[in-house]
Structures are given as C-alpha cells and as structure tokens.
C-alpha cells in the first residue's frame, strides 16, 4: 500500500476533512448516532444550536457521552460559547475536562479572541495537540480574516482551521440563500485564501435545506471547486455526498500515480520538470499528487480498520 505522507511543504498537514457533522451537545438521540456515522470529524455545539437555560444540560450531556463514547478516527471538536458571553467560564471548563482534538471559536471578529483562548490553554498545561479552529462569519470576521489567520502563529500555533457561517453571515449582509451563492463567493475566497496565506485548513458552511440532495452536492462541487477541504454538515444524510465531492475522484488518482511514478523514474532523477504525455509537469505537481494518493491511503486505511 501507498505510504501516508502528511507533511507538506506550504501546506497544512493531511487530515480527512471532508465531513464535518455538528451535533447539538444537548440532543442525546442524536449523540448516539455518531459512532455509527461515515464522517471525518464531529463538531459538538453548545453554542447557537442550545437555548441559554440548557447550556448546562448541554455540558453535562457531552461530559456523559464523550467519556463512554469511542469516536475512533472521527475528530472530536467542540464549539464552545462566544469569547466574551457568560458561558465561556464553564465552557473552558469542559474542555479541561475533555481535551478534545479541538475548540471551535463562533463569530470571531480579531486575533485577541485566538491569542485569550490559546492563552488560556497554555495556562492550562492542555496539550499542545489540542487545536483552535476559528468559525468566520460575521462582516468584520471577512474583513479580518487574514490577521486572524496570522495570528495563529502567535497562539503557539494552535489555530488550525476557519470554517464558514453563512447563516450568521447572510442574517448580518442581508444577502439571501441562493442556489450558486453567487453574491457570497467574493467573501467565501476571501476566507480561503486567508486560510490558505497561513497554512490553514477551510470548511465551508452548513446547507440548511438537507432533504435537497441535488442542492447539497452542486454545493459541495462549488466549495471544492473553491479550494474548500470540506463541509460543515448538518444531518447524516449530507455525509455521503460529502464524502463523495471532497474525496479523490478516481480519474485524479490515476494521474496522481502516474506523476509521482514519472518523478520517481530515473530517467528524470535532477529534472524539476518533464513532459508528460504533451503536458508540462513540475515537482510541485508532484507533491500535489502526493498529497492526494496520501489521502486515497487514510480514506483505504479507515476502511481497513472498519473490517
Ligand atoms: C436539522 C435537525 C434539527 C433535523 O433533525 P430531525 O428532525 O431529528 O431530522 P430527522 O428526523 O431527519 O433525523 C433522522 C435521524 O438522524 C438523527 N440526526 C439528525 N441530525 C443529526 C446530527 N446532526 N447528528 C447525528 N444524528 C442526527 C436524528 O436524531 C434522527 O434519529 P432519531 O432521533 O433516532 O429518530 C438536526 O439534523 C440537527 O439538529 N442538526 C444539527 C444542528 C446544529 O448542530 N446546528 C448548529 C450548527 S449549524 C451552524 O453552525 C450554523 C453557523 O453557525 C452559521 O452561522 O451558519
Ligand atoms: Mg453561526
């Protein structure tokens, strides 16, 4: 089998991310289900999706699950309240408590909200594993997302990944749902080449309508066409497609194999470019390739496990 390569030059390191499920923390029927559930990484929200008087259940709950529950290769990430709302205290708590892969931040509008909550963390001797990921959407969140994504340099590196809340972001435009997004995609970019300036990994936003299947995968075929590594998802039903629109397409897998195999060749060795079948191919083409075949391995890897 193909050797995992995670690391890579000018890019972040390879992670599957190309189904992001939230969960609201205070729904236990629906908690139950994720160790059943084909996604990459799980998002367990306190914030928007629980009413103010459940925060605590909510806390309580996730406690109960997470502690019993064995989420195998899913990332687990928790979304706590905003930086400066009264359930940050409490919040911060459960993720003492927890060490998840990652805190989610909602509505970040500054680096000041990474630098506290990275702060936080070193105070609290959390392992330098645990992630900040940072949720863009507000105008002033566009607007500041390049110096957010630098500051992740100065919060010990810990931010890892923005993701997209068009929700927030269309109630605070007055831009409204469309099929194309076509009034969005400038702020959409924005983000991505943000992200990408920094070495971070980008999610785009949930879809609300989730019994529109069609919808949901022109949208997924957009947010790759966009750069985007996944979706942020609502209901299991979006998983599959997800999975699906953000994976390696098979015609993309052979030329990768075909690439690196034209590299490896020693008829090319100290050539940084080649002709390859009437294109012109550099080595950077090749870390590209190997880059997706290392991601056709942990996709081939997982399957491996679930046997
Ligand atoms: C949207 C939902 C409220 C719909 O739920 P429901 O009415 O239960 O749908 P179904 O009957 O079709 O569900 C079928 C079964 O699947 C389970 N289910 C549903 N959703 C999930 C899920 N996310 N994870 C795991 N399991 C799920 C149901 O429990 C059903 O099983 P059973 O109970 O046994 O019958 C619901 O899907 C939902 O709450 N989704 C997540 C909402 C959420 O997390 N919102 C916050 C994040 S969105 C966001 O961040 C927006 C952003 O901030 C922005 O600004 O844009
Ligand atoms: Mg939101």
């Known amino acids: 089998m193909y050797r995992v390569q995670?690391?890579?030059?000018?890019?972040?390191?390879?992670?599957?991310?190309?189904?992001?499920?939230?969960?609201?923390?205070?729904?236990?029927?629906?908690?139950?289900?994720?160790?059943?559930?084909?996604?990459?990484?799980?998002?367990?929200?306190?914030?928007d999706s629980v009413a103010p008087e459940k925060k605590s259940e909510a806390r309580e709950n996730l406690k109960n699950f997470l502690e019993q529950a064995d989420l195998d290769w899913r990332e687990r990430i928790i979304r706590i309240n905003a930086v400066d709302s009264v359930h940050l205290a409490d919040d911060l708590q459960l993720i003492r408590a927890l060490i998840p892969d990652a805190v989610l931040l909602p509505k970040v509008e500054e680096p000041a909200s990474i630098q506290s909550v990275a702060d936080w963390l070193a105070e609290a001797d959390a392992t330098e594993s645990?992630?900040?990921?940072?949720?863009?959407?507000?105008?002033?969140?566009?607007?500041?997302?390049?110096?957010?994504?630098?500051?992740?340099?100065?919060?010990?590196?810990?931010?890892?990944t923005f993701v997209l809340g068009?929700?927030?972001?269309?109630?605070?435009?007055?831009?409204?749902?469309?099929?194309?997004?076509?009034?969005?995609?400038?702020?959409?970019?924005?983000?991505?080449?943000?992200?990408?300036?920094?070495?971070?990994?980008?999610?785009?936003?949930?879809?609300?309508?989730?019994?529109?299947?069609?919808?949901?995968?022109?949208?997924?075929?957009?947010?790759?066409?966009?750069?985007?590594?996944?979706?942020m998802l609502i209901h299991p039903s979006q998983i599959g497609p997800a999975n699906d629109r953000f994976g390696p397409e098979p015609n993309a897998v052979a030329e990768?194999?075909?690439?690196?195999?034209?590299?490896?060749?020693?008829?090319?060795?100290?050539?940084?470019?080649?002709?390859?079948?009437?294109?012109?191919?550099?080595?950077?083409?090749?870390?590209?390739?190997?880059?997706?075949?290392?991601m056709v391995a942990l996709i081939e890897a997982r399957k491996e496990s679930q046997k």
Request: hydrophobic share 45%; glycine share 6%.
């Open 256 to 294: 990768a194999q075909h690439v690196v195999a034209q590299f490896a060749d020693p008829r090319h060795a100290g050539l940084n470019v080649i002709n390859v079948n009437g294109r012109m191919i550099e080595r950077l083409h090749a870390e590209e390739a190997e880059r997706l075949l290392g």
């Open 6 to 47: 995670t690391e890579f030059r000018d890019r972040h390191p390879l992670r599957l991310r190309r189904s992001v499920l939230t969960v609201p923390a205070v729904n236990e029927r629906a908690l139950a289900k994720i160790c059943d559930l084909d996604c990459d990484a799980v998002i367990f929200d306190l914030e």
């Open 130 to 160: 645990l992630r900040i990921w940072a949720m863009i959407e507000t105008p002033r969140g566009v607007l500041n997302a390049t110096t957010i994504a630098s500051s992740g340099r100065t919060a010990n590196g810990r931010l890892d």
């Open 166 to 231: 068009l929700n927030d972001l269309r109630k605070a435009t007055g831009i409204p749902a469309e099929p194309g997004r076509r009034y969005l995609v400038p702020y959409l970019m924005q983000v991505v080449l943000a992200a990408r300036a920094y070495g971070l990994d980008v999610i785009d936003s949930v879809s609300n309508d989730f019994r529109d299947m069609d919808a949901f995968a022109a949208e997924c075929a957009q947010a790759r066409s966009m750069g985007f590594d996944g979706k």
